[in-house]
């Protein structure tokens, strides 16, 4: 087998499996037979073991002695990995996720929009004026318009924040909004952009307690937003 054959077998094991791990197709503790996986997929005994080691770092196998691989229990799944994230919502909305994920947002992005006005650079400033500028081009236009600008706008205050833990969560961020935007179905307003622009302008004159209280206003619009479309689809749900 060529190497990208060798990559391509990888691959589809590592999402195959991934995916019906999270998604519940197999359950925790479950056992993973390396030859059963083999003649399944078609593949190597390798490509099934790298596999099986790359699933093992997000946490959703396990190995132990004289058993061999399992699945492992839910709270040792890395949650926030970006694949987990992509296999957990490729089909389907996770209402408890997007409410999780308001309560982190809002407990993370305001302390970083304050150190962001205390710590960003000329450049950081041009990145997120570029962003905010992106943004106010896409108000009217569908959700996939918009999204890349409204992600832009949040990565770029990550990193001007320059704080190396928070730039981590960009990933979770990214999946948020991504998901948010696919249960909300909703266009990007001029409001939302002017909440944008408050945090920018509190960013750019260094004052770090006005570009929390903006940041914390943006979440919780966010979150309502949410709120209001799970009622919705909860209406729609009993007619």
Known sequence: MTEIGRAGAHDRVVSSLGTAIVNGD???????????????????????????????????????????????????????DADVLRWRFADRVDETFLDELGEVRLTVEPAVARMAALRRTDRDLADLEDALAAMRTAVGRPAVDHVEADLAFHHALLRAAHNELMAQMATTIEAGLRLRDQFVHATLTSESTDKHAEVLLSVRKQRPKAAETAMRALIERSIADVDLAKKVHGEQAGH
């Open 26 to 80: 197999l359950s925790p503790d479950d056992d993973l037979d390396v030859p059963a996986l083999q003649e399944r997929f078609s593949v190597s005994r390798t490509a099934v073991r790298e596999a099986l080691r790359v699933l093992a770092a997000k946490g959703l196998v396990g190995a132990r002695p004289r058993r061999g691989t399992f699945v492992a229990p839910r709270e040792h799944w890395a949650l926030l």
